[in-house]
């Protein structure tokens, strides 16, 4: 099974410059946790320190906005996630 | 009634099928504020004054410094020191002397947000914070105005309309605050989200087109696409919950 995450070009640099991440997992969370497990270094960008997901990240499944509560639904093979920051500047 | 002058002014979006004279009536009329006057705010109200808003209130603190003028289009190189406010006014009234722009040099927060929105028909967020992008959704929820959302950071702009009770706000989909820092930006990625800003705010007065509610539109000025993605009232948005369900 594969899904893919997009990643924003400002969390880029802790993906090796790649823009979309294979990962599997039967979860987002699992998925999310793949992502990790490919890009460590994206880790503290993701979670805080519990492993809890930031509440200024927010996640997008097919174009659908996720609630934070919503990470244990299941993930099927094609699903494509949007990962976002809250972007403050104007 | 609108002049003879202004049937002159505004005779190419009198054309536009859906605005006619009636939709410019109704732009005279109408009050909006434009929360900062910066990189988002210049395209905005620039375009906003253009269009025959009756009246545009900016409101911001801060004075011009040299770092603003790669994006901050209002501002000019002879601004540098000026309150943005005056900087805005002399510029917009220039534009367009028929329009009312009134200024507010005041930092937004919980004390005057209120007095800063009250009367007004629409909200534009053209700040450069999240935590007084939240008090200004928070007031535009209270008051019952409609919230135009813009943000930018590098070549990338989000932007959002929030109908108080009817769509997803600010809140609803945003939480917490990212660690602060000094965001890389570039005048053209304000100039996009901050033209999209003021389309709605045009849509919404005129009653034209579908709006960005319950819509996230994401420009990825890098790779030169435009996203949608949809999002949703949370039931128990601290902000928005109180309202219920289709107010």
Known sequence: MSVKINIPSYLQPYTNDTAVIEVNGSTLDECLNH????????????????????????????????????LSKPAKDGDEFHLFYILGGG | MLTRDELERYDRQIMIRGIGEAGQEKLKQAKVVIAGGGGLGSPASIYLAAAGIGTIRVVDHDKVELSNLNRQILHWDRDVGKRKVDSSVEKLSQLNPWVKIESVAETISQDNISSLVAGFDAIVDAMDNLPTRYLLNKAAIDNNIPFFHGAVYGLEGRAMTVIPGKTACLRCVYHGL?????????????????CIQATEVIKYIVGIGKLLANRLLVYDGLNMKFAEFTVKREPNCEHCGHLGEGQ
């Not at chain 1, 880790?43 to 997008?60: A, M, P, T, W």
């Not at chain 2, 990212?178 to 901050?194: D, N, R």
């Open chain 1, 35 to 70: 992502l990790v497990e490919q890009c460590p270094d994206i880790r503290n960008k993701l979670f805080d320190k519990e492993g809890k997901l930031h509440d200024y990240v927010s996640i997008y499944l097919d174009g659908q906005f996720i609630y934070a509560d919503e």
């Open chain 2, 178 to 194: 990212p660690p602060e820092e000094k965001f890389p930006v570039i005048g053209v990625t304000p100039a996009v989200i901050g």
